[in-house]
């Protein structure tokens, strides 16, 4: 009787990672006084998270990466003591991938 292994191997095998995040921030004062102001934010990630390889030397299996994008803009304009008006506006973009070999 022959047995078969069906349980495997199992090997210590590097597991790349990079974290890449990208934040940045501007702020402008339209007036002296400051009573009206720009602002704009946003951010730029770029994550890659790599599995464990099948083989020893070989490449992962799968890699993770999150591409993920957003900023945001404003605008805010101080009227009276009592009157103020705000306007903002933003955008994110989601992008996550799981690339194969």
């Excluded at 099948?54 to 993920?68: F, K, Q, R």
Aim: hydrophobic share 35%.
């Amino acid at each position: 009787m022959e047995k078969l292994n069906f349980l495997g191997y199992r090997f210590r095998g590097p597991i790349p990672t990079n974290n890449n995040w990208y934040i940045a921030r501007a702020d402008y004062k339209l007036t002296s006084s400051g009573s009206h102001t720009l602002f704009w934010r946003g951010a730029l990630r770029n994550d890659i998270h790599a599995t464990a390889p099948y083989l020893p030397g070989s490449a992962p299996e799968h890699t993770l990466a999150d591409y993920s994008k957003g900023f945001s803009a404003g605008y805010t304009a101080l009227l009276k003591p009592t009157l103020v008006n705000n306007f903002h506006w933003g955008f994110t973009r989601q992008s996550f991938g799981n690339i194969g070999k």
